[in-house]
């Protein structure tokens, strides 16, 4: 991951959270992507160690960030009210027409399933 970071002006980040993904981006690799690039968080705030991130910004060892999710969302870190080179979008980007209507879809065919009696599709346990 570091020789691209290395090699890469844009690290657009489309991940799941969890144990396995935190801090994925941490002040190493931050660092290796250098002051021209920009990191695109549309996964999960908790793959981004924040403190690394705000460092890199502060100082300009990255170009820019934008960030869609921020971890521990909704609380901002106050420091990113400080950054200019820091675009933050109020957890959005999965809200595109084509995800509407495939949620609309599932929504409906879920609702047409439980009024059969058939099972239903995408149910989250926990």
């Known amino acids: ?10 690290l657009i980040l489309a991940c799941p959270g969890g144990p396995a993904t935190r801090h ?3 002040r190493y690799l931050l660092q290796a992507l250098g002051p021209q690039a920009f990191l695109i968080n549309i996964a999960r705030g908790s793959v981004v160690d924040t403190a690394a991130l705000i ?5 300009k060892r990255i170009a820019g960030a934008a960030l869609d999710v921020v971890d521990g969302e909704p609380a901002i ?3 990113f009210r400080t950054l ?3 675009l933050l979008t109020p957890h959005i980007s999965g809200r595109s027409p084509e995800a509407l209507q495939a949620q609309l879809r599932m929504f409906e065919e879920n609702l047409s399933a439980l009024q059969a009696g058939d099972p239903l599709q995408h149910i989250v346990t926990r």
């Not at 991951?1 to 844009?10: F, H, I, K, T």
């Not at 460092?55 to 100082?59: G, P, T």
Request: charged share 25%.
């Open 84 to 86: 200019d080179n820091l």
């Open 24 to 26: 994925l981006v941490n």
């Open 77 to 79: 870190p106050e420091a």
């Open 1 to 10: 991951p570091m020789e691209l970071a290395a090699r890469s002006d844009y």
């Open 55 to 59: 460092d890199a910004l502060a100082s």
